[in-house]
């Protein structure tokens, strides 16, 4: 009978657990990157990069 709770509670923290995965995975977003992790992640900025690149190129093709 023991056996039998200790299952189920194993069972239920497991369903507990993949029911928040999910759950969190739909959940609207408030900011940040995609990755999901609550962190601050700056946006990029594709104008500054592609201006780094257009950089550097001129650099090369100066040399």
Same mark, same amino acid.
């Given at each position: 009978? !023991?056996?039998?709770?200790?299952? %189920?509670?194993? %069972?239920?923290? /497991?369903? *507990?657990?993949? %029911?928040? *995965?999910?759950?969190?995975? %739909?959940? /609207?977003?408030?900011?940040?990157? #995609? $990755?999901?992790?609550?962190?601050?992640?700056? *946006?990029?900025?594709?104008? $500054? !990069?592609? #201006?780094?690149? $257009?950089?550097?190129?001129?650099?090369? #093709?100066?040399?």
């Amino acid at each position: 009978m !023991i056996e039998q709770i200790v299952i %189920f509670l194993i %069972f239920l923290s /497991a369903v *507990t657990y993949l %029911f928040n *995965t999910v759950r969190k995975s %739909f959940s /609207a977003k408030s900011g940040g990157c #995609a $990755k999901g992790c609550g962190g601050g992640c700056s *946006t990029i900025d594709f104008s $500054k !990069i592609e #201006a780094e690149m $257009k950089k550097k190129k001129l650099e090369m #093709a100066g040399k």
